[in-house]
């Protein structure tokens, strides 16, 4: 055979090859962060609602079945939960095993193990009934005086143990980029999360005022974000996201009128506040954005709802409420 011709053979050969492997290429995305421009990205709005956020497990279940990529991720309170562990790398089967086997009410109260049998004691300054945590003679070094009953030391340190993420990144480096919304009661203002300690910030985004003691950030003193905004899906569009699948726990849409969160300054703004709810006039507005909402019907369960019964049926409904918008979910892969 003639060289030349050989060469020019050889060459077209190597083309060809490259072209394929760049066509395989298109739409995988990679772990860093980082995403392919060969397909519309992706983004999940993770909805807020205490245990209801069990629901969202068997959801997701449904969106891993279709083999739907996701390039970014939005939560609130819950959500942000269960986004952050997502984010990180869990997936739907290892959020149902730890919805499951975790002791929430412990979890969530900072209750001590070893005092769960002893009437009254006192360790450190903190008074335990039953090991139950009821008071505390003493904050922590450099610790702002906050208003709350729990103060969240047990879930930071069990999210942080499984972030295998300590001090402060950028989540924008998670292998899915991920966003948690909380409130600055003192300003007040939502605040988006992008960077920080990823556990605490996920624990700021679920500090229900009244029940958890607020989160110090920096000048700011953050509470739930399901004050402000409880189904993010504009945070996630922020993101970059040209699709936006929401899971929303609240069942229904609302009626609500034009309040500023200014008007929370004083008692009577927050029992105003409380019959208005101002989140609502969002909350409508990003169901509606949504390309795919799912809507799990939860009543006859709340935010207290952790018994292993609950958790289970409200993951199996999660997944029945997805399952009715398959079609849907499936056609975001094309």
């Not at 942000?80 to 919805?99: E, K, Q």
């Not at 989140?279 to 909402?293: C, Q």
């Not at 609950?310 to 999660?318: F, H, K, L, V």
Request: aromatic letters at 6%.
């Amino acid at each position: 055979m003639n060289r030349k011709y050989f060469i020019l053979i050889l060459t077209a050969v190597v083309l060809t090859f490259v072209q394929t492997v760049e066509a395989q290429t298109v739409g995988q995305g990679t772990v860093d962060g980082q995403r392919n421009a060969g397909r519309p990205k992706i983004g999940l709005a993770l909805g807020g609602g205490g245990a209801k956020g069990a629901a969202e497990i068997g959801a997701l279940k449904v969106i891993e079945e279709c083999g739907i990529p996701i390039d970014y991720i939005a939560g609130t309170s819950i959500g942000s939960i269960v986004g952050g562990l997502y984010a990180v790398g869990y997936r739907s089967a290892d959020l149902d095993h730890l919805f499951r086997s975790q002791e929430w009410l412990s979890l969530l109260t900072d209750r001590k193990s070893d005092l769960r049998d002893v009437p009254l004691s006192e360790e450190d300054g903190v008074t335990y009934i039953f090991g139950f945590p009821i008071s505390r003679k003493k904050r922590k070094e450099g610790e702002r005086p906050m208003i709350g009953m729990l103060n969240g030391d047990q879930i930071v340190t069990v999210l942080d143990s499984m972030m295998h993420r300590p001090g402060h990144i950028q989540f924008d480096t998670l292998p899915i980029p991920f966003r948690c919304v909380a409130v600055d009661i003192s300003g007040p203002e939502e605040v988006v999360l992008s960077e920080g300690e990823l556990a605490k910030a996920m624990r700021a985004s679920m500090a229900i005022p009244g029940a958890f003691k607020a989160v110090a950030w920096g000048d700011k003193t953050l509470v739930d974000g399901g004050m402000m905004n409880n189904l993010p899906v504009d945070v996630v569009r922020a993101m970059g996201a040209d699709i936006v699948i929401a899971i929303d726990l609240s069942n229904e849409q609302h009626e609500s009128r034009d309040f500023s969160l200014k008007d929370l300054i004083g008692i009577g703004g927050i029992l105003d506040w409380a019959v208005s709810r101002p989140d609502w006039k969002k909350h409508n507005e990003n169901r509606a954005d949504a390309d795919v909402l799912i809507t799990p019907n939860l009543d006859g369960f709340d935010v207290m709802s952790f018994g292993l019964e609950s958790i289970s049926e409200m993951i199996a409904r999660g997944e029945r409420a997805a399952r009715k918008e398959y079609e849907k979910i499936k056609r975001l892969k094309n």
